[in-house]
């Protein structure tokens, strides 16, 4: 269904100790997108013990508190949201010059949700195959950090985040969306950052993904994956 009237979009980007990030990437929106089709910046946070929630004041947007947890921060930041659509964005991701006009646009054609494709900011051979794959329109290749847009009637009709997952909510809702519309990916990039990957190292995290990929597959709960993330990879 195509819509006549041109939407608004909120931002929404979930914080925990992010002061140095979150001055980045909404510096960065503010130059990179357009008054007239973001409606509002909405930065939510898990309480953070730094200067995250007074860095992002400074700014022209919405602060907002919640319970701590990706999932309860979004979905929260969402009930909150005046815009027509809803652009979830990891505070180290940053989109593509114009993202704005590429997302109204795609809603505009009849899309309902997507994300765009992405890549490191690093020169990784490595990390630049599995980017690639961003690309390909299937569940299994999506991620957070190729953010996501969806129309508010969606996100509200669809039930949200799943808050029972600590993490893994972004790959659990997208997978849900496959089966309520048809999720579009962009071919402009997102540029996410390899700290993660630079911390644990290139390989063994990718393997750490792979296996949490599985256990989730092969049914897994969202405490078990929860604890395999905490034991391997949370630092």
Known sequence: MKLNNKPSISIIIPVLNEE????KLIDYILKNGSSSNIKEILVVDGGS???TMEAASKFD???LSSEKGRAKQMNYAAKHAAGDILYFLHVDTFPP???DKIIVDAIQKGGEAG???MKFDSNSRFLSFFSWFSRINHRICRGGDQSLFITKALFHTSGGYDESYKIYEDNEFTSRLYELTNFKILPDKVQTSARKYEQIGKLKLQFYFGIIHLKNYFGADPEQLYRYYKRKIST
């Open 20 to 23: 140095g990030y979150i001055v």
């Open 97 to 99: 010059k114009n993202f």
């Open 49 to 51: 013990t730094d200067g």
């Open 61 to 63: 947007t919405v602060v």
């Open 115 to 117: 994300c765009f494709r």
